[in-house]
């Protein structure tokens, strides 16, 4: 790794922790000595890096610190790519549109040395299994989940029984079958996964539920981890 990818690399290290990291830890993700670390910091901090700390202790950045745009590496471009092409290929129309214009914004203003990664991309994801269509514009439940606002669907189970529900949407979880629709059942005063498939329509509506997105998704979490535990115990895989 070049002396610059590797300062720009420390920098997104810091960034990525909220608490102080030690020298150490530096250099072991980079690969190199304590003494080449130190050297690094103390560049950065001649080139007016807002990096707090010192050996022995720790290093914090600024938390209102900012690159430059579109300094990326190639790994890191290479993923933006691949997330980009996966979406492209997995995602709700507008979703896809927006992968496809991603790409080309990215064509656009990446360096010269870095555009054969995306002009000649050796990243592909593949998918041979067909993909349901959706039954409403699933734009719409993304932007219900940015607003809080409660959605009206009528749900068809497997056996094609409609029901009229309305939920409180947190998660959209896109997999490589189908694409489900996590949310607050109010029917069921519980979380419910619905396929984006099944769900023959979806209303937004003006009422916003009560909770935050982010607790509700916490609470969501909590209960998927304690039913796997369940289920691992039952078959006799559970913590020795």
Avoid: N
């Amino acid at each position: 790794m070049r002396r610059t990818e590797r300062l720009f690399q420390i920098i997104q290290i810091l960034r990525r922790h909220r608490r102080a990291v030690t020298g150490r830890e530096l250099a072991d993700e980079l690969s190199v000595s304590l003494r080449t670390l130190y050297r690094d910091m103390a560049e950065l901090v001649a080139q007016r890096v807002p990096i707090r700390g010192e050996a022995g202790t720790g290093y914090l950045i600024d938390s209102d610190f900012d690159m430059p745009p579109l300094m990326l590496t190639t790994d890191e471009l290479e993923a933006a790519v691949l997330g980009a092409a996966w979406v492209a290929q997995r995602g709700d129309a507008t979703l896809a549109r927006g992968a496809q214009d991603l790409i080309a914004k990215l064509t656009a203003v990446v360096p010269e040395p870095l555009r054969p990664v995306l002009l000649d991309a050796s990243l592909l994801p593949l998918s041979f299994r067909p993909r349901p269509p959706d039954g409403f514009d699933v734009a719409e439940m993304r932007a219900a989940i940015r607003d809080q606002r409660k959605v009206l669907i009528d749900y068809a189970d497997v056996q094609g029984l409609t029901t009229q529900r309305t939920i409180w949407p947190i998660v959209i979880a896109y997999l490589e079958e189908a694409r489900l629709v996590v949310g607050w059942c109010e029917l069921r005063e519980d979380f419910r996964h619905f396929r984006t498939d099944r769900i023959k329509s979806a209303v937004v509506q003006p009422a916003r539920y009560t909770q935050r997105t982010g607790i509700l998704r916490t609470r969501w979490e909590r209960q998927q981890r304690a039913e796997r535990e369940r289920r691992m115990a039952a078959h006799g895989g559970g913590p020795g």
